[in-house]
Nanobody
Framework: QVQLVESGGGSVQAGGSLRLSCAASGPTFSRYSMGWFRQAPGKEREFVAAISRSGGNTYYADSVKGRFTISRDNAKNAVYLQMNSLKPEDTAVYYC???????????????WGQGTQVTVSS
């Protein structure tokens, strides 16, 4: 099972940018579809973005479409989330996750990182 470690979170003012990284261990990274999810205090974990095994297909939640970009580098066993035009409502813990299938459904992701905090102030 792949192990995932997120980094790149922090505090930023509204309108700013952050780039999250997720490093994966194991030789089978390219076999996984990858996703980013987030969880704000008192709320359920929600889908943010997903990317297919090759990176050729990407999927976004409506709330982040046009502002966030997911990408991956299979040679580096890494997936990224570029977040631009950040809003206070983007404040959450962001999680990287891996799935054997191309999906946006949280229950299909079997491997999860520990999360990284993103705080956007107004």
């Amino acid at each position: 099972q792949v192990q995932l470690v997120e980094s790149g979170g922090g505090s930023v003012q509204a309108g700013g940018s952050l780039r999250l990284s997720c490093a994966a261990s194991g030789p089978t990274f390219s076999r996984y579809s990858m996703g980013w999810f987030r969880q704000a205090p008192g709320k359920e974990r929600e889908f943010v973005a997903a990317i297919s095994r090759s990176g050729g297909n990407t999927y976004y939640a409506d709330s982040v479409k046009g502002r966030f970009t997911i990408s991956r580098d299979n040679a580096k066993n890494a997936v990224y989330l570029q977040m631009n035009s950040l809003k206070p409502e983007d404040t959450a813990v962001y999680y990287c996750a891996a799935s054997w299938v191309v999906t946006t459904e949280i229950h299909n992701f079997g491997s999860w990182g520990q999360g990284t905090q993103v705080t956007v102030s107004s």
